[in-house]
């Protein structure tokens, strides 16, 4: 076999390429550089840009951005408003607090009042006003149903002093001369008393007490703590006719236990 004779070197045939057509002229222009886009395309042929960017979403009120209150508030939503009208509630808040304190106190204390059991409490100092003979006013605290204070009149009072301040939970009046039904109406007797209590502090505690003509004892609810002193005025008297005084049985004071 011949030897074979390298070949001459042959040189490439150049490849034809088809050009793309340019693009029409017609469609939506972009928002950005203004070129015109055929219908259907998502980005500008020229610049890239979105041709139908997303919309931001409209500012929220004011109203809105108010509760719940972590949430963000958007630019121009009344950051401003809603600053001011949180800070209106926490005034509100606190105001009414303050004003509901001593209501709220006080529906503590009665909560506790129910919730013990009261406990006797003796005064130790007695003075009336007035005192018929061998019916003294230490009449009412003596335990004894059977004797009892008389005064001659209306307008009498009677003030018991304690020892120590203490919570004046509940009042027992026994009003006329004896808890039995046949003493009790041989004597006159007070329907109402004006009750007047002086705490620690020397402020007064003043209520009104009606009472049944009837016997027996009849209990008052006060409920006024660091009590020092009480004091009963008799009024509105019943069957004090000519030879009768006011009587008064028996007075007693329980605190809470």
Known sequence: MLPVLPAKPVAPRPV???????????????????TP???????????AAPLHPEEKPAPLPWWRTVWPFRRRARASSGRVVRGLVILAV??????????????????????KDKMGKPKAVTPVAIAAS?????????NTTDGLNNRYWG????????????SKPFRLVDLLITNGASKSPEEYARQGRALRMDLEVTTQDGDKHTKQVTLSDKAGSQTVSTGISD???????????????????????????????
Do not use: W
Request: glycine share 8%.
């Open 227 to 257: 009590v020092k002193t009480v004091r009963l005025v008799l009024s509105s008297p019943a069957g004090l006719t000519k030879g009768r005084h006011l009587a008064l049985a028996e007075v007693e004071f329980f605190q809470r236990s």
């Open 151 to 162: 005064a001659p009149g209306p307008e009498a009072s009677v003030t018991y002093t304690f």
């Open 37 to 47: 886009n055929l219908p259907g395309r998502r980005f500008c042929r020229r610049c």
């Open 90 to 111: 926490l005034l509100a808040l606190c105001a009414g607090g303050l004003l509901l304190l001593p209501a709220g106190r006080a529906l503590f204390e009665d909560t």
């Open 16 to 34: 034809v390429r088809p050009v793309a057509a340019p693009e029409e002229a017609a469609g939506e222009p972009c928002p950005s550089c203004g």
């Open 130 to 138: 007035a005192e018929i003979p061998r019916h003294p006013a230490k």
